[in-house]
């Protein structure tokens, strides 16, 4: 009889190979809408969420959806992170101050 031990060596790990910029761009292409993009751009120029909202006619918190389903697609956690992230993927550019 084989022991617990036989099994464990026969499963092999998945491995998952790490996705390129090319594929992170056409992924983060698809699933950001024209709306987060707008939205991300406008933190990029350092305006908050009601700022971005009286922009845009949305409320404050409807802005402040579209950034956290925006940092979701691309992976990071903050505003400054999925701003450095999009320009890195060329989802926006870098605006002149």
């Given amino acids: 009889m084989a022991n617990r031990s036989d099994y464990a060596r026969r499963a092999e790990?998945?491995?998952f190979r790490p996705t390129t910029d090319r594929e992170d761009r056409l992924i983060a292409s698809r699933l950001i809408?024209?709306?987060q993009l707008e939205c991300l751009s406008w933190v990029q120029q350092g305006k908050s969420a009601t700022d971005i909202g009286?922009?845009?006619g949305l409320?404050?918190?409807t802005v402040e959806k579209h950034i956290i389903k925006v940092c979701?697609?691309?992976g990071v956690k903050t505003r400054i992170q999925a701003v450095v992230r999009a320009?890195?993927?060329g989802l926006i550019?870098?605006?002149a101050p």
């Fill in 59 to 61: 409320s404050g918190r």
């Fill in 33 to 35: 809408t024209e709306r």
């Fill in 54 to 56: 009286s922009i845009l």
């Fill in 87 to 89: 320009r890195e993927l």
């Fill in 13 to 15: 790990p998945r491995s």
């Fill in 72 to 74: 979701g697609h691309l």
């Fill in 93 to 95: 550019t870098a605006s």
